[in-house]
């Protein structure tokens, strides 16, 4: 299990770093959409190794095959099957560790659970599982802009390197203006010398990413388990190194009162919205017409290119030094991933919406 | 849809704050257990209002009836329901809002979505519902425990002030020793004073619990959508007031490089463990036998007895003065909470473990 | 698991046969719908026992209790509990049997499953758990009504005695008419004179249950896995003591041509219809607007008043000669329950059309 | 929704008759089985058109693609896809009748759900579809190999043409050792020279095919809704062109007393079993040791050679001949794809079998 999510709006998952495929099967894609197979690719294209000289160099064109649910260009409504066929994998790079666990990866977890793991490359855990979340996505996102919905997510901070910008502002063009996807340029040309550095060290480091969802109506959500930052909760933590998540105003909630975090209703325009968006758009559990806003904290990449002691499956201590090729950062590839999984669920919440008598 | 959680162990709960009851149905519980109601009153106790000074006086005895599953003390494997019928219902208190959408409260949204809604004291988005939570992860705490498992949580910050305490020292007693529900005595005073002048003023201020779970053994959470910290995240982010998560080095990982982050693994005395825990015991979304260590940031309060303005149904802004009882502060009642929908997840995720063959 | 059925109108029940309640959650139900218990009621009454002298004679008044998800008499959209209290549980009758495994029925499945069970009248095994479905179907029927749906059962064999009716004519008072539930009186005599028959002489009987739902239009039923079908069958071979389960032409198509088989389209006033309804109402497991027609066949109850052969928990041939109070043939009853099994599955099917672009 | 089936071992299907491809995805296969790919492709081949004389001849070598899941041969624990390429596509004589309903399938009705359909070979709708299930049901059968049980269907009847068979003795070369799958070698020939009559007739036949798994222990099955003869009905009814399914005594139960129907426990050599077998291997829906035996009946393929009366989506009558590839009969392939179906539900309650304390 755990390779799927949404509950109309459904993704599977399959692939592993170093096999032959990646791929996703989409349930619950309404009918009738125009599907623009150059877009899914175009996001691929943003998630991809070798994009810019501050990500990982594996060499993968990720070009996407749409294997079933489209006639004469248009969705079916049955399930729509996507694949990339892994070009290179490098298994090589790996073979040293065979049995080895690496520090603050899967590779001990997955044998706990499992009795085996595939080593090359961290099997389902590596980040490469992500290219059908990303196509997936792609295609809920198609599906929410139909309906008035748009989603952008940026670097917003790397390290100790913030960016200053305010949410309501941000644009597509202002976040791929640069190879870090931080549409403050002052803050992303220092986030940038920050990745550079620390690669040179053989090191990595972390950073939090910011997303908006735009145009999203009152009423989506469920309350109570599913409610709609649980969903988005789930779905941020659920990405490779992901360690925490915000809705609205966050941990800075911590020390407010009620008076000064409570968003006051008002009538603007025929519209009910709120003066103040500490809410993040979401009131219990369901989207309130406000901009859905959440961030989420990435810790520094596991893997890097300096000697670090760890055991062996026999439980003998070994040393390690990793080789293969590896982001010094999350960050820049990480904004179409989160975008793409806010697009799942939020497309799921749209379908989900109950039928009244 | 959203008011049932869990694959094996899964639990549903139904009940509106004002309404007849509230209750849950527990499916999956394995047979065999030795169910012990008294525990169950216990958590449910913890959570009470009007348990000690500084919570909402609202009066519930909120005694747990057990209305299936259980053969001579010995749960059967088929669904345990749980009912407290509700005592101290008061809508009267309410119906001044009846029509109008309480600031940063669920009124607005739940009648986006369904056109309709309880207005007695919140429906389903009350904090009541948690009753239904609690008892269920009463159910998951027994069965854990026969795993090994211990789970404790306690509030480690109201408003700015913050407890000193070591997460791996935390004893229930320690929690239990003051009304705060804070182990750091100096802290708990603070906490105390801070809540008992908050709530003179009339307004409300949030805070922060942490949770750990000892004794989980290596192997649990599924890869990819349902990781560990997926799915706690996403039970703590669908509690009333929950606006932020984190598991491990959460936030705090986002500064720091990858030689400093990464967990070590060790041999002691021929277990495998890590030499620190920033992952905070899940690695991979697998745990990997270190303790399950998270946070969980909760708002302030959204009913303040100050005046608001707010719209009403017709969109005319309206003067808005709560009455009703309240708390002026979730925390000290948020522990039993967090520990229930932290168990719920564990309990269900140890049912999920594979087979193998 | 297995207590809880339904995508969206998803329905779980719990109880045992002699514990305190049985009971029923349903989720999903649309709001807004202005429920009427007395029809939840006047249902529960059709299935109770001790309605008639050819059923059971426990006295159960079966009275129902909404728990929760109403508000001024109208659905809320959330969860709505139902309970009823169990009265006539009378466990005495069962004690010889604690330890023995009663033919055909599941005491000795049960143990194999789960370990133990709770002897006291088959606990969940029972057909007293249908008192949950019949009053979940209560609703679902009136949702469906909402839509135009109209749903009627009735006995159509018992034993080697047939009714003969055209399912386009059956109306619900000639139901009702006599204490079998067969619409064709002069049958329904024989039948009558047959299960008494049967009684006297200790054992019981079979039969057969037709339904059909009228008013379906066009395009309920998911293709492939969950075709309307596929559901209806699960449903009705879910029920207590069902061996078969056909749908339209069923058994009697096999030794038919496809010449004869075929539905032919017709106009019909501006609707598309078919000459025939050999399809019974279904095809590629979507509705196609035509009556959706289903028989269940029905084994003759486990429960007989003469001597049995058996063994016991220790493997040791044992007489057995069973006591309680039975039904001498589930058929009257079963009228009731196909018709809410019917009525969940078509209401949820309802509810999972897919939305369009 | 509607493509995937199963509650841990999870199979979701993708692709169009004359789509690019067809496939499966199956999750919850256990980790640790040594793959035998030649032993899908059998069962594939066993369902492959054009493999005799009396099916239809569509060209498809449908050669299998393991695209994840699998590492040196052995299963991971992760989504195993399975791809086959469509090679012998041949839209163009479906061309005519892309605004045609033709009688009896499912075109009208997939235009009623969806909106739109992909004309070519009846989309999903097609056995084509079923691939995907043989694939994954070879899959699930290797892992019911592993704990005793067998599964063995055949063709029992054709037309009225019925074999003379005991279900204890029937064994995999009897059933391949003819064209039909009849194990019955007279009844066999009869019912190959009646498949080609009727097919030189432009027409086609029903019939029903039996299928029995051996060596399920006792306790496999959920209670209440997912009892395993209700899982066996839809997996069953879910498969194009079935119209009944009876679990053990089936319909033949109806017209017996309980007095000759109940089945004697007894103890043989220390095990429980029971003297006859009327149960059909399940009682109360969870397996007693015994075999599981069921049936069900295919009405005659809709697609015959001659000329039919319809509408077309315009409401005007038409009139139609089929023309594109097809069976005369689908019992003889119909045999591998009722047992991957029968697989695929016993290997996922095998999966389900409750944990105990």
New interface residues.
């Given amino acids: 299990?755990?390779?799927?999510?949404g509950?109309?709006f459904?993704v599977?998952?399959?692939?592993?770093s170093h096999?032959?495929?990646?791929?996703a099967?989409i349930?619950?894609c309404?009918?009738?959409?125009a599907l623009d197979v150059a877009a899914i690719q175009a996001e691929l294209d943003r998630r991809r190794p070798g994009q810019s000289a501050i990500v990982t160099p594996r060499k993968e064109a990720d070009r996407i095959e749409?294997?079933?649910?489209v006639?004469e260009g248009?969705t079916?409504?049955?399930?729509?099957?996507l694949?990339v066929r892994n070009k290179d994998a490098d298994p090589r790079a790996y073979a040293p560790f065979a049995d080895k666990?690496r520090?603050?990866?899967?590779d001990?977890?997955?044998e706990?659970?499992?009795?085996?793991?595939?080593w090359?490359g961290?099997?389902?855990?590596s980040a490469r599982?992500t290219v059908g979340r990303v196509a997936a996505g792609a295609i809920a996102r198609q599906?929410l802009t139909?309906v008035g919905v748009e989603i952008i997510a940026w670097v917003d901070?790397v390290?100790?390197i913030g960016a200053a910008v305010e949410s309501t502002g941000v644009t597509r063009p202002a976040v791929e203006a640069n190879i870090v996807r931080c549409p403050d340029p002052a803050a992303a040309a220092a986030m940038e010398a920050l990745i550079r550095a620390?690669r040179k060290?053989g090191?990595?480091?972390?950073?939090?990413v910011k997303a908006v969802a735009r145009g999203v109506?009152?009423?989506?959500?469920?309350?109570?388990?599913?409610?709609l930052?649980?969903?988005?909760?789930?779905?941020?933590?659920?990405l490779?190194a992901?360690?925490?998540?915000?809705?609205?105003?966050?941990?800075g909630?911590?020390?407010?009162?009620?008076?000064?975090?409570?968003?006051?209703?008002?009538?603007e325009g025929?519209a009910?919205r709120?003066a103040s968006n500490?809410?993040?758009g979401?009131?219990?559990?369901?989207?309130?017409?406000m901009p859905v806003e959440i961030s989420v904290?990435?810790?520094?990449?596991?893997?890097?290119f300096?000697a670090?002691?760890?055991?062996n499956r026999a439980?003998?201590?070994v040393p390690l030094k990793p080789r293969g090729r590896h982001d010094p950062c999350v960050l820049p590839r990480a904004v179409p991933i989160v975008e793409a999984a806010m697009a799942m669920v939020l497309c799921d919440h749209w379908?989900?919406?109950?039928?009244?008598?």
Avoid: C
């Fill in positions: 299990m755990g390779s799927s999510t509950r109309i459904r599977t998952t399959w692939g592993e096999g032959a495929t990646v791929g099967v349930e619950g309404p009918p009738g959409l749409v294997l079933s649910g006639f248009v079916l409504g049955t399930p729509i099957a694949m666990y520090p603050s990866h899967a001990y977890t997955t706990a659970r499992y009795g085996l793991r595939d090359r961290g099997g389902r855990a599982e599906v139909h901070q390290g100790d620390v060290d090191d990595t480091i972390g950073g939090i109506p009152a009423g989506w959500g469920d309350p109570v388990f599913d409610k930052e649980g969903d988005l909760a789930k779905a941020m933590l659920s490779p992901a360690k925490g998540f915000t809705s609205g105003s966050g941990f909630s911590v020390g407010m009162r009620g008076s000064e975090h409570n968003d006051r209703f008002i009538n025929g009910i709120t500490r809410s993040g979401i009131q219990g559990g369901i989207s309130n017409g904290a990435f810790k520094p990449v596991a893997t890097i300096q670090q002691e760890t055991v439980g003998e201590a379908l989900r919406t109950p039928r009244r008598l």
